[in-house]
């Protein structure tokens, strides 16, 4: 990428950030209805108070820096970044170009604790006509028993669907009729709810958040029809083109290592015998207000957010709940394999897997570096090896989880018809053994760093995004303002960095390999790994680990929308990782007269 293209495109990201979105529909200005809790204004750049609906600046005058987030003084950096990958490969010594820094990311971040154990964090901008409240809680696929696989899906479902005095869906059309959204997401480590609104609706949405934790435990009905819905869902994903190769990978990279080597799809054995009281039991140990993180980030004024919060979230009761025990994951000394057979698959692919160490990890950063040197962007390693020079594969896409415990860092390779996978593997592996014999060069390491930061800072475009990023850091980290110094983090890993875990982490007695065939002719040969090869990822008829498949953000989940069926994965957009999230968007409903919510 040029340096002017770069320039450009990073612009335009930062833009993007100043810009967010247009001003709230009309509606939101209508008087509250009985029993509602009545709006908040918001307030303008000056301070006056002003409506959500009020118009945004001609594109002309608005900022195209992104709130928090500055440039260094001018000079090193703003040299640094339009550095041309010429000058970045040059030697250091006389003439060498000048170390290139980071934008500097300043988001304004209160944190206050509650009585009852709830985290709150604030993170306010005047100039956004939107906001957004995120509630992250302690829960997901790690902490479900071995025998209850998918119970943290399920919950999570039944909880989107309503609370304490609404209804299911009722809340969905009070955010739709207003012109905002509710979202739904359960990780491996955390389970999030996210309601954007125009900035004058805060206490609705902080409303419906706590009606949402003081609901009561899952009812026989609801749990009934999310168990049915489960074992759909699961079904899609098994039959989707690519699904079993991605689960039987985890399996195979964790193996022995519960809270990541089961699907959180679930087993089908499991959703099929699932109970009640395992779903009560799971909700009662983790949606309570000491296992969430409270954040508000967007269009607000702190003071009247938080007695908005203290109105609504203090008399809500502390659950108890054991921590999560973690335990060793067992160590691997020799490369491991499987293969799948999938029926929908039209060519093969390769998927390999690392277990890597854990987020909060130092070298974390520096194999997010690995990764988008060897397949971020068209101008990657593997991506113009593969898919460029030697036109072997369809698409390459290399990721890193940020997940809690053992991560998972891993290279999905979709090849040509015609490609044998014997010779990409080769290709693959080479490439892997470069990184760590020579490392990158300082050109191929700027650019990687520019991508990152591209990523992450567009990332950040919308008040939904950094309530959502704010509340992960905050529960995986235990201090919001860690987001803020992401950058600095990437901007600080060497070719030394690089090069070593490259060495120590991707080798190939730590690796596993997964391929996928497509549907073998009528007397054609098997696959040279099936040969002899008892792991095999093909589904088995009643069920079981290797049955179980979802694709994700690199592998862990899926996504879903509600009313319309079970939904096929999609890739994740995070820059520095890929780890799954299965969610739920809510649909927009025809406007109707609101029920009366009751508040306790």
């Known amino acids: 990428m040029s340096r002017t293209l770069f320039h450009r495109a990073l612009t335009a990201a930062l833009a993007t950030l100043g810009l967010l979105c247009a001003?709230?529909?009309?509606?939101?200005?209508?008087?509250?209805?009985?029993?509602?809790?009545?709006?908040?204004?918001?307030?303008?750049?000056?301070?006056?108070?002003?409506?959500?609906?009020?118009?945004?600046?001609?594109?002309?005058?608005?900022?195209?820096?992104?709130?928090?987030?500055?440039?260094?003084?001018?000079?090193?950096a703003a040299r640094a970044a339009g550095a041309s990958a010429g000058n970045a490969a040059r030697p250091r010594g006389a003439g060498a170009p000048p170390a290139e820094a980071p934008l500097e990311l300043a988001l304004p971040i209160e944190r206050i604790t509650l009585k009852n154990g709830l985290r709150v964090v604030l993170s306010p901008d005047e100039s956004s006509p939107t906001v957004a409240v995120a509630v992250t809680y302690d829960a997901g696929s790690r902490d479900e028993p071995s025998g209850r696989s998918g119970v943290a899906r399920v919950?999570?479902?039944?909880?989107?669907?309503?609370?304490?005095?609404?209804?299911?869906?009722?809340?969905?059309?009070?955010?739709?009729?207003?012109?905002?959204?509710?979202?739904?997401?359960t990780d491996v480590d955390r389970t999030t709810y996210t309601a954007a609104l125009p900035a004058n609706e805060l206490a609705l949405a902080l409303w419906i958040e706590a009606d949402r934790m003081r609901a009561p435990a899952p009812s026989a009905q609801g749990f009934e029809e999310q168990r049915r819905d489960a074992l759909e869902r699961r079904g899609a994903v098994l039959g989707a083109a690519y699904g079993q190769g991605a689960i039987r990978l985890r399996e195979l990279v964790f193996q022995g290592y519960w809270p990541?080597?089961?699907?959180?799809?679930?087993?089908?054995?499991?959703?099929?015998?699932?109970?009640?009281?395992?779903?009560?039991?799971?909700?009662?140990?983790?949606?309570?207000?000491?296992?969430?993180?409270?954040?508000?980030?967007?269009?607000?004024?702190?003071?009247?957010?938080?007695?908005?919060?203290?109105?609504?979230?203090?008399?809500?009761?502390?659950?108890?709940?054991?921590?999560?025990?973690?335990?060793?994951?067992?160590?691997?000394?020799?490369?491991?394999t499987g293969v799948v057979r999938d029926t929908a698959a039209r060519a093969p692919a390769i998927l390999y897997g690392w277990a890597v160490p854990p987020r909060e990890h130092p070298d974390h950063h520096a194999l997010a570096v690995a990764a988008s040197l060897l397949g971020r962007g068209e101008s990657s390693r593997l991506e113009a090896l593969l898919v460029g020079d030697k036109a072997v594969a369809r698409s390459v896409r290399v990721a890193i989880d940020g997940h809690r415990g053992p991560d998972l860092f891993s290279i999905d390779v979709r090849l040509a018809e015609d490609a044998r996978v014997g010779d990409v593997e080769k290709l693959i592996e080479g490439e892997i053994r470069a990184l760590a014999t020579a490392g990158p060069s300082q050109a191929e390491l700027t650019r990687a760093r520019r991508l990152l930061q591209s990523a992450f800072v567009s990332g950040l475009a919308d008040a939904s995004a950094r309530a959502r990023a704010l509340g992960e850091h905050e529960?995986?980290?235990?201090?919001?303002?860690?987001?803020?110094?992401?950058?600095?983090?990437?901007?600080?890993?060497?070719?030394?960095?690089?090069?070593?875990?490259?060495?120590?982490?991707?080798?190939?007695?730590?690796?596993?390999?997964?391929?996928?065939?497509?549907?073998?002719?009528?007397?054609?040969?098997?696959?040279?790994?099936?040969?002899?090869?008892?792991?095999?990822?093909?589904?088995?008829?009643?069920?079981?680990?290797?049955?179980a498949a979802q694709?994700?953000?690199?592998?862990?989940?899926?996504?879903?929308?509600?009313g319309k069926g079970p939904a096929k994965a999609a890739p994740g957009k995070s820059p520095a990782k890929a780890h799954g999230a299965a969610s739920r968007h809510a649909p927009k409903q025809k406007p109707t007269k609101p029920a009366k919510p009751r508040k306790k």
């Open 23 to 76: 001003g709230a529909p009309g509606s939101a200005k209508a008087a509250p209805r009985p029993g509602e809790p009545a709006p908040i204004a918001a307030r303008s750049p000056a301070g006056a108070r002003t409506s959500a609906a009020a118009r945004p600046r001609p594109a002309s005058t608005q900022r195209a820096r992104a709130p928090g987030v500055q440039r260094k003084p001018a000079g090193s």
């Open 155 to 185: 919950v999570m479902d039944m909880m989107a669907r309503g609370g304490r005095n609404l209804p299911a869906g009722e809340a969905q059309r009070l955010a739709a009729e207003r012109g905002g959204e509710l979202h739904a997401e």
């Open 260 to 336: 990541h080597e089961h699907p959180a799809l679930g087993e089908a054995d499991d959703l099929a015998g699932a109970e009640l009281s395992w779903a009560r039991d799971f909700h009662a140990a983790h949606y309570g207000p000491n296992r969430a993180v409270l954040a508000i980030a967007g269009g607000f004024d702190a003071g009247a957010a938080m007695a908005l919060v203290h109105e609504y979230f203090d008399g809500i009761p502390a659950v108890t709940a054991a921590p999560f025990k973690d335990a060793p994951l067992p160590e691997q000394t020799s490369q491991r």
């Open 475 to 547: 529960l995986l980290f235990g201090d919001a303002a860690h987001l803020n110094g992401e950058l600095a983090r990437c901007f600080a890993v060497t070719r030394e960095d690089v090069q070593r875990v490259a060495r120590d982490l991707l080798g190939p007695t730590r690796r596993t390999i997964v391929e996928t065939y497509p549907p073998a002719a009528p007397g054609a040969a098997p696959p040279p790994r099936a040969q002899g090869h008892a792991s095999t990822g093909a589904p088995q008829a009643g069920g079981g680990a290797h049955a």
């Open 551 to 562: 694709t994700a953000r690199g592998q862990g989940a899926e996504k879903a929308t509600p």
